[in-house]
């Protein structure tokens, strides 16, 4: 099989379809992952999206359905034991270890094909059906509207929730919706490079990002770039080399284009640091003042006022 | 003065309470249209959570709040924030005109889009045109300073809030953002209230003092307040009030607040007694 024939199959436009989508939304929510230091809420509802799976495959041969009612239950429960940030990793790892147990467990009753259970776990973006392929099209686009929506406000209360609050955004309800949005990208995400590499679309592409500029759409627009070079081209290579799952080659280009943003981000930013010098000078006086140095012209004269 | 002009702030028989311990009580507070306040007093005497009832995050347990005569709301386009002088993250992926772009519509869904000549003419104004496009964390701490300011400035706020901006600088960069906010102060006719734990830097620049400790409070112009007789009767124990060269120290005034009725105290009772106890850890 060439990749031009392969090219000319519905079941492979599908799934670069499928794939595309993802690494947008992926590439979407990474950023805000990345800022609010969340990559463990991610690898958490990764993991819990497999019980989802493993619990759907038992119930109904659905596992699309089963990790996506699975992961927005974690994304609750995350939000609840781990709504403020010391206790989140912790929380995140308990609900995590009991997950997982839970979908061992119930692999443990499924009588089906033994492939459905690594594909959960490592992905395999051409066993999805078309009905599938449609919830992973709707799940999407939600993402897609909910960020283009809210991703400023996310922004700033993930930079400075305590400022962000003051200004009236509501940070915690944020939070939880962003929890939620999360849910449902993981939940694309894990039909394509499987629950366990999740991360390679939904960090890395904008891990990478962040370390070649400090524009937030720059970011943005870069980690959407890496995650669709990832998801697409490992897509693409693994028509070439059938052998040889599509994740391997995601999580593969993804680390390098990881690799090459590490190299390259100290070069641009000593470039970049040449021109202005971000270092403590003189300071301006902006605008004029009544009293040059207030501490130093008190007078000693105490009296009442 | 250009602006939008200040507000006037009013407390009537302010109490908070949080979690059943006292913060302070029968607190009555007025600050004029453009007048300037500092807030005084050692840690954890509720100065920071003062702030906090003024931008509507906390409820009083008693008494009253206005604001130009409205409950403070939170969110409000009035009143603008600057927050503890805390470092941000060196990997943070957010440049100092993000961050001033924030306080003008970073509570608006969409985007995060910058508009660079709005941005650029708050960047000019409190002088961070050299540092502006650089990576905040990578920044110094006034510097970063300069560009919450700068954040803060940026909605036109006709009331400032500032909880500790001093904290961490070095003289130099505690001077600039003094003259920050005070020549906005003065230009635009705000009205101020500067939380801080030292009065000499600001001395100058306030026209009132409310200092808070252990549950009580006193106020009235640094030169009042800041007297070893007022300072006292507010701790109900002996504090020094020393003036060198315009420097002004208060010896013994952190954790020694026991004692008495006395006619300075917003008449706490006996219960503002047991809860100073149960404050201390």
């Not at chain 1, 699309?64 to 009612?69: E, H, K, Q, S, T």
């Not at chain 1, 009753?109 to 395999?124: C, E, M, S």
């Not at chain 1, 943003?261 to 930013?269: D, V, Y």
Request: positive net charge; proline residues 6%; glycine residues 12%.
């Amino acid at each position: 099989m060439t990749i031009a024939f392969l090219l000319g199959q519905p079941f492979a436009q599908h799934a670069l379809l499928a794939a595309a989508l993802v690494a947008v939304t992926c590439g979407l929510i990474g950023p805000l992952v990345v800022t609010r230091g969340m990559s463990f809420a991610v690898h958490g509802t990764a993991e819990l999206a497999f019980t989802g799976a493993a619990a759907g495959l038992l119930a109904g041969n659905n596992p699309v359905a089963g990790a996506l009612i699975g992961s927005l239950v974690v994304a609750v429960l995350i939000a609840t034991l781990g709504a403020r940030p010391r206790e989140r990793d912790s929380a995140i790892g308990a609900i995590l270890a009991f997950g997982m147990g839970i979908g061992i467990l119930l692999l443990g009753y499924y009588h089906g094909f033994a492939t459905a259970a690594t594909n959960i776990l490592f992905g395999d973006i051409f066993g999805v059906s078309g009905s599938q392929l449609l919830i992973l099209v709707v799940i999407g686009l939600i993402v897609i509207a909910v960020m283009g929506t809210l991703y400023r406000p996310l922004l700033f209360a993930s930079v400075d929730p305590e400022v962000a609050e003051a200004r009236g955004v509501p940070v915690r309800r944020l939070g939880l919706v962003f929890l939620l949005v999360l849910a449902l990208t993981v939940t694309g995400a894990a039909q394509v490079v499987g629950t366990l590499l999740v991360l390679s679309l939904a960090i890395t592409p904008a891990a990478a990002a962040q370390r070649l500029t400090a524009s937030p759409l720059a970011v943005v627009a870069l980690s959407v770039v890496f995650a669709l070079i990832a998801a697409d081209g490992g897509l693409l290579a693994s028509f070439g080399a059938s052998s040889i799952k599509a994740s391997v080659f995601i999580t593969s280009i993804s680390f390098a284009i990881y690799l090459a943003a590490r190299l390259a981000g100290p070069l641009l930013r000593d470039r970049r640091r040449r021109h202005p010098a971000p270092i403590a000078g003189p300071a301006p006086e902006p605008v004029p003042s009544h009293n040059g140095s207030p501490a130093r012209a008190r007078p000693h004269d105490i009296g009442p006022g | 003065m250009t602006g939008p002009g200040g507000v006037a702030l009013s407390l009537r028989g302010a109490t908070l309470r949080l979690g059943g311990t006292l913060i302070w009580e029968n607190l009555d507070l007025d600050v004029a249209p453009g007048e300037c306040l500092a807030v005084l007093g050692p840690n954890g005497a509720g100065k920071t959570t003062l702030l906090k009832v003024l931008l509507g995050l906390l409820p009083l347990s008693a008494g009253t709040v206005t604001i130009d005569g409205r409950s403070p709301r939170r969110g409000s386009a009035v009143t603008g924030y600057v927050p503890q002088q805390k470092d941000f993250d060196r990997d943070l992926a957010i440049r100092g005109r993000d961050l001033i772009q924030f306080g003008v519509d970073g509570h608006r869904p969409g985007l995060p889009f910058t508009r660079p000549r709005q941005v650029d003419a708050v960047i000019a104004a409190v002088g961070a045109q050299d540092y502006a496009d650089a990576p905040v964390g990578l920044l110094s701490g006034g510097q970063q300073q300069r560009l919450r300011i700068a954040q803060a400035l940026a909605g036109r706020p006709r009331l400032l809030l500032c909880d500790e901006p001093l904290l961490s600088l070095d003289p130099a960069s505690q001077q600039e953002v003094i003259t920050l906010v005070n020549s906005y102060h003065r230009e635009h006719g705000t009205t101020v209230v500067f939380v801080t734990h030292e009065i000499t830097p600001v001395a100058a620049f306030v026209d009132r003092v409310l200092y808070v400790a252990a549950g009580r409070w006193a106020q009235g112009t640094p030169d009042d307040v800041m007297t070893t007789e007022a300072l006292s009767a507010l701790y109900g124990s002996h504090i020094d009030v020393i003036r060198v060269h315009g420097h002004i120290i208060v010896v013994g005034g952190d954790e020694s607040a026991v004692g008495p009725h006395h006619p300075l105290r917003g008449d706490g009772g006996h219960d503002g007694g047991a809860a100073r106890g149960r404050r201390r850890r």
